[in-house]
């Protein structure tokens, strides 16, 4: 098994919205936001080569939506999803498994595309099985109101009418082998799935929006788009209290500063460790 790091650019968002009750005075000194109150984020997912499997987990914003849509979250970067494949020697169409964490448009914006003249959409990995769960897109396809922004309807419908998705089951699925099990949370979205890899002695657990940069470990310090806060809190400490006696490593999705890192306890609760990126704790 081998794990790549994959950039696909970065966007904006507002401060405020990504730590909820935290004042600005406290979260601006690790997430220094803009004059428009906006922070960058990063959209790293995270590619798995397993012997005849290239697994790729989330894909970005992609690149279909119009310039109205795209002025909202100021998009910038040089990376993307089809340029950070290619430096490692693929393109879309080696992908056998697409994992989605959640349907979120920044998440899964880059599972549909457009056909070359534009008239309908199709799947942007067209060998690949898109993976979800049934819980998760029974609440993606019926949105509440409050979601209804998040869950955009050309990132996911087009996935079902492909014949491409199949759904996960239970935590402990062996769909994908002995090393990769899923952990479901339901704090920011109903049944978000976080992949744990067992990789090289370590668990790698790709965080998604759970734990969204290390400005969020501190269990106070929870997203305002999350549904239920309030879980997101119990989830966060029970993972965190593992995470910490496990020496779990953290993949980071949208910390635009920090790919990985580790947590520990101390008098004030869990809190970071240490940074790092893969290539740089397994020395790759």
């Known amino acids: 098994m081998k794990l790549h790091t994959i950039n696909t650019g970065n966007f904006k968002l507002d401060g405020g919205a990504m730590f909820g009750v935290v004042p600005k005075s406290i979260w601006n000194k690790t997430n220094p936001a803009d004059e428009n109150n906006l922070c960058n984020w990063a959209m790293r997912c995270l590619l798995i080569e397993d012997e005849n499997r290239l697994m790729l987990i989330d894909n970005g914003l992609g690149n279909k939506q ?60 067209k060998n690949a099985t898109y993976w979800s769960n ?45 090393a990769i099990s899923v952990t479901y949370m339901h704090g920011h979205t109903d049944a978000m799935m976080l992949p744990h890899i067992n990789y090289k002695g370590n668990t790698i657990v790709f965080m998604a929006d759970l734990i969204p940069s290390t400005g969020h470990i501190p269990l106070a310090y929870v997203m305002g788009y999350d549904t239920r806060p309030l879980m997101t809190l119990t989830e966060k400490e029970k993972f965190l209290n593992t995470a910490a006696d496990h020496n779990y490593i953290l993949f980071l999705e949208h910390d635009s500063v920090n790919e990985c890192c580790t947590v520990q306890r101390t008098e004030k609760g869990i809190r970071l460790k240490d940074t790092f990126t893969l290539k740089e704790f397994f020395g790759e």
């Open 134 to 178: 049934s819980e998760h897109w029974e609440w993606a396809t019926k949105p509440n109101p409050r979601e209804k922004p998040s869950f955009l309807k050309e990132n996911i419908l087009p996935i079902q009418e492909s014949g491409q998705l199949k759904f996960i089951d239970g935590e402990n699925t062996r769909q994908f082998g002995e």
């Open 66 to 125: 119009d310039a109205k849509f795209l002025s909202h979250y100021f998009l910038n970067g040089n990376d993307t999803l089809e340029n950070s494949l290619k430096q490692l020697g693929y393109g879309k169409d080696d992908i056998t498994d697409m994992f989605l964490t959640h349907l979120h448009f920044d998440h899964c914006g880059g599972s549909i595309k457009y056909n070359e003249d534009k008239t309908k959409f199709q799947t942007t990995f």
